[in-house]
């Protein structure tokens, strides 16, 4: 009765799943055992009214109820498929029918259809008794009519394939009577048709045939041996021929399940009676143990529920005289909490791509349990604190969706543990874990290590050296997180930064491509960006800042006095000056900076050594003493000047002095001024004095380029005028032609006559032409005259001259 309610309720569940839609409808099949793997059972697309691309489209699954898998979907024509041999005795044993139970789960959007597949029996087994020889004690005065149950032969195959008749060999006192159940079995009771008599025979051989419906019939013998007693008048009766008990499972061996007794009226060794199994098939004399002696029925061997609900005991008590009598004790196993719900994944999406929506579907799983009622009703349950949830859905399935955004970087998987709980007591619980990998998206641009980078670099450096590095990280993978790094446009000096420096793509090593000099450039700045191999590519970039140090490798430069190999300056000294009296200043720059171009002044040579000093620091070339008339007229000085880089760089300057007579100099008289005025007097002289060298540097500079300018424009007009007048080209005039008659050749010669002024003897030389010279008399006293005139002319003028003559021969 409570099997048959569980049933109803069952059919109730579905079809409250059917009204909702979730479940549309169950599919019946049919399939006979031990058909060979492949084979088909039937195809799914009409049942469910589709395609095979919308089947393949949303992701049809075959899912069995139990652990294992019989059946298979073959998602390109909508097969449903034998997975492995089936052998229905092994799988069902005795119930009928025997249906195997799957499902098709549908997603997009998610259905279930539960899926009927009944095995078919095939006679496949023979009838088989448990013993081939079967004994039985009869007394002689047994009256006629009296049955003895028969022990049923046992064939694995069910409905017409099983036990249907029973034939018993041929005797005078025997006959069988075949007896049919409301289970569909059969069995049979041999009667005793005429009395017995013992001393005509003591014994009968019987042969009891079992055969069952199939086709081909299958059969099995056993025999049957009686042996004739003597007279025992009262048969044992047991106080009850039905006994019903339940028991839970699982309970401890050697727990009582029943005590059956019987009677005897007899007297002595005629009543004592003993118990025993009648009938009862293996596996139930396995799970039971029966006292003979005072029929005790107690537990052998572990009972399982799941296994078998029901149990017969058929038990015969037998007195000292080989009287018998049986009863049946039914044993009912009552469901306890053994069994723990069991996780099955059916789908698992992993790795999960990081950018998934929420609601993404990442698992689909269902959770079983083998127990009935609230044994068997389960609940589900994971970690609160993950960013997936449960939602339950149809037919103890469970999806695990995401609940909000998930980020690799920081979680790059996740070990999901999945509890289901069912509502028995003790309640019991499993688990089940599932990872999950997240894959990476290209959601975050390279990140330099600094903000900014300020890089230095010697001057003068080789090309191709390394200045620095610069390197950016990305937290993303694989292809996601290579780096590559480029240059952005610039210009550095209206020349494109990408002549100065260049970048190694892959390590971010910068390096110098030409030398580069500290007094022109004194530093750049250059963009570096960083590009991820991601699609789309992420990038960022960085400002890199490359400052140039200085070396020294300019020696000073002396602005005053000037020091251009001309006529050097006097500086004119009177004689009455006073030891201090300042003469004049030397001016020097250094290009470099810093502490390479700190400048100090030493005097190296002088004609009168104690008469002058130079100031260390300023420069200023001053009197050490009065200068007295003994002194020489003309004083030549040698002040070196040196800078205060490593290795030091120097430079001397010459300075002529002349000591006069009559000299009037206003700062000769010592005149008592404060020292800050002092000071502040010479910075201003000094400053002037700095003015006035640049701007007659700047003058003499330009008045040189004008000359230079002016002198070659000159010298090339004159050229060109004396090749057309020496040499003219023309239709009249062919060149190179001569009279042959005249017996004379008419040749063109260029010479060039260099003149050096200030010579002692003023002189020229003709340079030796090369072709001969044909000597002819008018032209030689010509050139003698030309000659003449310009050795006047260059004796006229002191300085060098150049002159080019055309001569003709």
């Known amino acids: 009765m409570e099997l048959h309610d569980n049933n109803r309720q069952v059919s109730y569940f579905f079809l409250y799943l059917c009204m909702c839609g979730a479940i549309c409808e169950t599919f019946h099949y049919s399939v006979l055992e031990e058909k060979k793997s492949g084979s088909l059972v039937g195809n799914v697309l009409k049942d469910l009214k589709v395609d095979v691309k919308e089947l393949s489209a949303r992701r049809a699954r075959l899912v069995s109820e139990g652990t294992k898998q019989y059946f298979q979907l073959d998602p390109q024509s909508g097969d449903v498929l034998l997975k492995d041999r089936i052998d229905r005795e092994a799988l069902c044993g005795q119930k009928d029918p025997c249906i195997l139970f799957s499902e098709i789960v549908l997603e997009n959007p998610l259905q279930v259809h539960r899926i009927e597949v009944e095995i078919e029996d095939m006679n496949d087994n023979f009838p088989q008794f448990s013993k081939k020889e079967f004994l039985f004690e009869i007394p002689e005065h047994m009256p006629t009519n009296t049955r003895f149950p028969l022990e049923k032969a046992k064939d694995a ?51 009891l045939l079992a055969v069952d419906g199939g086709s081909p019939k299958r059969t099995s013998t056993a025999k049957i041996i009686i042996d004739v007693l003597d007279s025992n008048d009262n048969v044992p009766h047991f106080d009850k021929t039905l006994y019903k008990v339940k028991i839970m499972e699982n309970s401890q061996p050697g727990s009582l399940v029943a005590k059956v007794e019987a009677y005897d009226q007899d007297l002595g060794s005629n009543a004592e009676i003993t118990y025993s199994f009648s009938q009862v098939p293996e596996d139930v004399q396995r799970l039971f143990k029966l006292n003979k002696f005072n029929g005790e029925l107690t537990i052998a061997d572990e009972i399982d529920y799941e296994i078998s609900r029901v149990y017969d005991v058929n038990i015969k008590a037998t007195d000292a005289g080989g009287l018998t009598d049986y009863c049946k ?21 992993s790795p999960l791509p990081e950018d998934s929506s929420p609601d993404t579907v990442v698992a689909l799983f269902r959770v079983t349990d083998r127990d009935t009622g609230d044994n068997g009703r389960t609940s589900c349950t994971t970690e609160a604190y993950l960013p997936f949830v449960l939602k339950a859905s149809v037919n103890n399935y469970y999806q695990l969706v995401t609940q909000q955004l998930l980020d690799r970087e920081c979680i790059p998987e996740y070990n999901i543990t999945i509890t289901a709980t069912d ?18 998206v290209n959601d975050n641009a390279p990140e330099f290590e600094k903000s900014t980078y300020k890089m230095q670099l010697r001057e003068n450096n080789i090309p191709g050296l390394l200045i620095g590095l610069v390197q950016a990280k990305d937290p993303d993978t694989e292809q996601n997180a290579k780096v590559t790094y480029l240059l952005l446009p610039g210009k550095v ?58 070396e020294n490798d300019n020696a000073p430069f002396i602005l005053y006095p000037l020091q251009n190999g001309t006529s050097p300056s006097n500086d004119l000294v009177p004689r009455g000056a006073e030891a201090g009296y300042l003469v004049t200043k030397v001016v020097a720059v250094d290009r470099d900076s810093g502490q390479n171009s700190w400048l100090s002044y030493e005097l190296l040579k002088a004609t009168e050594p104690g008469l002058f000093s130079v100031g260390a620091q300023n420069g200023e ?39 006069v007579d009559g ?42 380029v004008l000359v230079f300018i002016a002198i070659k424009i000159q010298k090339r007009r004159k050229f060109i005028e004396s090749s057309a007048l020496n040499f003219p080209v023309g239709p009249n005039f062919p060149e190179n032609c001569g009279n042959a008659d005249a017996g004379s050749l008419s040749r063109a010669y260029n010479y060039e006559v260099c003149l050096a002024g200030g010579s002692l003897n003023s002189e020229f030389r003709f340079l030796r032409p090369f072709f001969p010279v044909f000597s002819v008399e008018p032209a030689q006293s010509q050139e003698v005259q030309r000659i003449s005139s310009g050795s006047q002319d260059l004796s006229s003028h002191p300085a060098e001259s150049q002159l080019v003559y055309q001569v003709t021969a």
């Open 157 to 207: 195959d069910r409905g017409e394939n099983a036990v249907q008749n029973y034939t018993l060999s041929p005797n005078d006192h025997f006959r069988l009577e075949v007896q049919s159940h409301s289970d569909g079995t059969k069995s049979a009771q041999l009667v005793l048709e005429k009395q017995l008599d013992r001393e005509e025979e003591t014994r009968f051989f019987l042969t």
């Open 329 to 349: 004790v039914i044993v009912e196993v009552e469901d306890r909490n053994d069994n723990a719900p069991e996780v099955t994944l059916t789908s698992l999406t």
């Open 423 to 440: 509502r028995g007591s003790p309640r019991l619980t499993s688990t089940r874990i599932i990872n999950v990998q997240i894959s990476d």
């Open 493 to 550: 000096n209206d020349q494109p930064v990408s002549s100065y420096v260049s970048i190694n793509s892959e390590t971010g090593n910068l390096y110098a491509l030409r030398s580069l000099d500290y007094e022109q450039i004194k530093d750049f700045q250059v963009t570096v960006r960083a590009v991820d191999s991601g699609s789309p590519p992420l990038s960022s970039q960085v400002m890199v800042q490359v400052v140039i140090v200085d």
């Open 621 to 659: 070339v001053k009197t050490m003493r009065s200068i007295n008339k003994r002194d020489t007229f003309k004083q030549k000085l040698i002040i070196g000047v040196s800078d205060n880089g490593h290795p030091p760089q120097s430079t001397s300057a010459t300075l002529s002095i002349l000591l």
């Open 663 to 704: 000299f009037s100099d206003p700062y000769m008289k010592i005149v008592d001024i404060p020292k800050e005025e002092v000071v502040e007097e010479e910075d201003r002289t000094l400053t002037m004095y700095l003015v006035i060298c640049l701007a007659v540097i700047s003058f003499i500079f330009l008045v040189s």
